[in-house]
């Protein structure tokens, strides 16, 4: 949802330039080698071609159904109608983004996978601090100004009232921040270990292209949804009441705020369409 909610003005500019950027931040973790980092950006190139081509429509039209649900009450089932809708997405994304990423995760070398593994701790510290330090009430508040901040760049300002749906949705949720960081190490551990085996430099012999391809994107469906039961039923648990706040949040909105809601969707759907010109 957060994703949902950001500024449509840097929409256009942020996707155009999406290959440098994703360029970037990937080499921070892994510190490509001077052949790695040309071809990572050129199948970054190559990725956005394809999304432009094949992954636009489709976002363009989750958000007209999206836009047609703004003026009124919705249920949750509506809400993850429109969420289910996205996850057919981001999966055909991993699908693709296996494929063109494989020959390079086949290339990476132990030096480079510890250097992941100092990255992630350095960052694991970073979450932590963020949100998992402080009190209850502090950390209650916290997530409750920054959802109030991404709502009001959607609907405009939230009211007290408004503000105190979110409080209590946050109070009521089953998400822990100390759960939470458990399995987000626990996550980084089974990914460390799948990335060394797809190292033709680590495993011998060295898997063949295609069985890189397919560990690679098993490896990334799993942070959608994940292999284990019990973390499967917890991801599901938290998507099902995710959709119920959004549902409960969105039937307080006045209608002027809706109105916004509907013409900020409008103003993403002409960005997308504008992106698949190009």
């Excluded at 250097?115 to 701790?121: C, D, F, N, P, T």
């Excluded at 295609?210 to 973390?231: C, F, T």
Aim: proline content about 4%; some cysteine; aromatic content about 6%.
């Amino acid at each position: 949802m957060s994703v949902i909610l950001t500024g449509c003005s840097a929409v256009r500019l942020g996707y155009n330039n999406l290959p440098d950027i994703a360029s970037w931040w990937l080499d921070s973790y892994i510190d490509f080698s001077d052949t790695q980092g040309p071809q990572a950006k050129a199948a970054l190139q190559k990725l956005q071609t394809w999304h432009r081509k094949e992954e636009l429509p489709a976002i363009a039209e989750l958000l007209v159904q999206a836009q047609t649900l703004a003026p009124q009450n919705i249920t949750s089932e509506q809400a993850c109608k429109i969420w289910e809708g996205a996850q057919v997405r981001i999966e055909s994304f991993i699908q693709e983004s296996s494929r063109l990423a494989a020959p390079v995760v086949s290339q990476l070398s132990a030096k480079q996978l510890k250097h992941l593994e100092k990255e992630w701790a350095t960052r694991n510290e970073d979450w932590k601090k963020q949100w998992v330090q402080g009190t209850p009430d502090a950390r209650i508040k916290k997530r409750v100004d920054l959802a109030a901040e991404r709502f009001n760049s959607f609907y405009g300002d939230l009211n007290l009232e408004q503000r105190q749906v979110l409080k209590q949705q946050f109070l009521q949720s089953t998400w822990s921040p100390e759960a939470s960081y458990q399995r987000r190490l626990k996550r980084q551990q089974e990914q460390l270990m799948a990335l060394q085996a797809m190292s033709s430099e680590i495993t011998k012999p060295a898997m063949l292209l295609p069985q890189v391809e397919k560990a690679l994107q098993s490896l990334i469906l799993q942070s959608v949804r994940p292999k284990d039961a019990g973390d499967l039923s917890k991801q599901l648990q938290l998507e099902q009441q995710a959709c119920q706040n959004l549902a409960q949040l969105h039937n307080t909105m006045s209608p002027a705020q809706r109105l916004k809601a509907q013409r900020k969707l409008k103003d993403y759907e002409t960005d997308v369409r504008e992106l698949m010109k190009i």
